[in-house]
Antibody
Framework: QVQLVESGGGVVQPGGSLRLSCAAS????????MHWVRQAPGKGLEWVAF????????YYTDSAKGRFTISRDNSKNTVYLQLNSLRSEDTAVYYC???????????WGQGTLVTVSS | QTVVTQEPSLTVSPGGTVTLTCASS?????????PNWFLQKPGQAPRSLIY???NRHSWTPARFSGSLLGDKAALTLSGVQPEDEAEYYC???????????FGGGTKLTVL
């Protein structure tokens, strides 16, 4: 069965960095686009980033541009989100999600918590 | 800044029918926005219900249906069950940017 397992979250000081990973299994990872979505405590869902199956197209929400980098390693069935210059407002649970063409989100991971605090 | 608007809260009786809507600040929602609907219960990850306006996933109960209703995307729950009490989110795709925008969520209470 399809599984998405995020890791890499933790507590980081403002201005710091983290790299989140999402390990996929149960499907042909290299065939599907992937997304990162986040949810601040007590708030709604916010789309963060997208990467096409071969990495040829990458898009970000405005608040992530210039600070976050999405990438993937299809040989490791893993998608990453590099978080730099972190701010308190980046505190959230970060989820990876698989896309079912076209623009259909189907499977989600359980999420990893990022806390930005001094 | 594109804003996607949902009803903040709705209440429905068990066995009843309720429709949740999803509006876009840029104009009418169309099939080209590929509306998705998700359900989230407290402490859990979101779960996908509907994609591309009307399509159910293999795990989505038949009582959930998606549509376009006027200028909005809509999620209709028929024969509501107590376990349907949750937060519901819609998601719209904007291809000219491109980006995806979630609605603020609808808290559905079943009582």
């Amino acid at each position: 069965q399809v599984q998405l397992v995020e890791s890499g979250g933790g507590v980081v000081q403002p201005g710091g960095s983290l790299r989140l990973s999402c390990a996929a299994s149960g499907f042909i990872f290299s065939h599907f686009p992937m997304h990162w979505v986040r949810q601040a405590p007590g708030k709604g869902l916010e789309w963060v980033a997208f990467i096409r199956s071969d990495g040829s197209d990458i898009y970000y929400t405005d608040s992530a541009k210039g600070r976050f980098t999405i990438s993937r390693d299809n040989s490791k069935n893993t998608v990453y989100l590099q978080l730099n210059s972190l701010r308190s407002e980046d505190t959230a649970v970060y989820y990876c999600a698989k896309e079912k063409p076209i623009s259909g989100f189907d499977y989600w991971g359980q999420g990893t918590l990022v806390t930005v605090s001094s | 800044q594109t804003v996607v608007t949902q009803e903040p809260s709705l209440t429905v009786s068990p066995g009843g029918t309720v429709t949740l809507t999803c509006a876009s600040s840029t104009g009418p929602v169309t099939s080209g926005n590929y509306p998705n609907w998700f359900l989230q219960k407290p402490g859990q990850a979101p779960r996908s219900l509907i994609y591309s306006t009307t399509n159910r996933h293999s795990w989505t109960p038949a009582r959930f249906s998606g549509s376009l209703l006027g200028d909005k995307a809509a999620l209709t729950l028929s024969g509501v069950q107590p376990e349907d009490e949750a937060e519901y989110y819609c998601l719209l795709y904007y291809g000219h940017v491109p980006n995806w925008v979630f609605g603020g969520g609808t808290k559905l209470t079943v009582l």
